[in-house]
């Protein structure tokens, strides 16, 4: 009996350790797959951002506002019932896919992104303003799109930042060998809002 007992207890302790290691083997693949999706989408996020930001900060250097602001005091001086059409901004459309997920980001990027976002928003509520007013002086007319512009300045700045720290996060997470030259995980989402948001960005 103490032969077969000796053996049987041997056998199964083997077997327990084997599916131990078994176990934690899986837990360890699964958790660095998690990892990797996490860091790809990490990836993709940036990407996307820094493609639309950039997009948005090239608009804001064509031109000056300097000029087109003088040309405008020039206009109602003119003629003080002239109203100009004021562009409404482009329809942000990778932000709203990325906001859901938002918290994913690093947290440098998060801050860049979202002082942007945040002027960049009230921007485009203030657009509607100046759009809906037509009562409104030369004067006051003049004193809102001076506003507006210098909104647009500091909203080339805040551009600018987001970029660069977009650009930073990139290149650190390509040095510690992260995901490199991958379709943005955000293509099909984006792919069937482009459509509709044409219409609606146009003045």
């Known amino acids: 009996m103490e032969l077969w ?3 049987a207890i041997i056998a199964a302790l083997v077997s327990a350790l084997i599916s131990a290691a078994g176990w934690f083997v899986t837990s360890w693949q699964a958790q660095r797959s998690e990892a990797r999706r996490r860091g790809e989408k990490v990836h ?14 090239l608009g804001l250097q064509v031109g000056s506002r300097a000029e087109m602001l ?9 003629n ?28 440098e990027v998060i801050a860049a992104v979202i002082n942007y976002q945040r002027l960049r928003q009230s921007i485009e509520l203030f ?3 100046i759009r809906s007013v ?3 002086s ?12 210098d909104m647009l300045n500091r909203l080339e700045i805040l551009a600018t930042n987001a970029v660069a720290a977009l650009e930073r996060s990139l290149a650190l997470n390509k040095s510690d060998g992260g995901p ?3 379709g943005s995980a955000l293509e099909p989402a984006l792919a069937e809002r482009s459509a509709s948001s044409e219409q609606s960005s146009l003045p």
Request: zero cysteines; a negative charge; aromatic letters at 6%.
């Open 70 to 78: 003088e040309a405008l005091k020039k206009a109602l001086d003119q």
């Open 138 to 149: 030369s004067s006051r007319l003049l004193l809102m799109t001076s506003d507006y512009v």
């Open 5 to 7: 007992v000796g053996p």
């Open 44 to 57: 993709d996020f940036q990407v996307a951002l820094r493609a639309e930001i950039a997009s948005d900060l």
């Open 127 to 129: 657009v509607e303003d």
């Open 180 to 182: 490199q030259n991958q």
């Open 134 to 136: 037509s009562d409104v």
């Open 80 to 107: 003080p019932t002239y109203r100009p059409i004021i562009p409404r901004l482009a329809s942000n459309a990778v932000f709203g896919e990325v906001l859901r997920e938002l918290h994913v980001l690093p947290a």
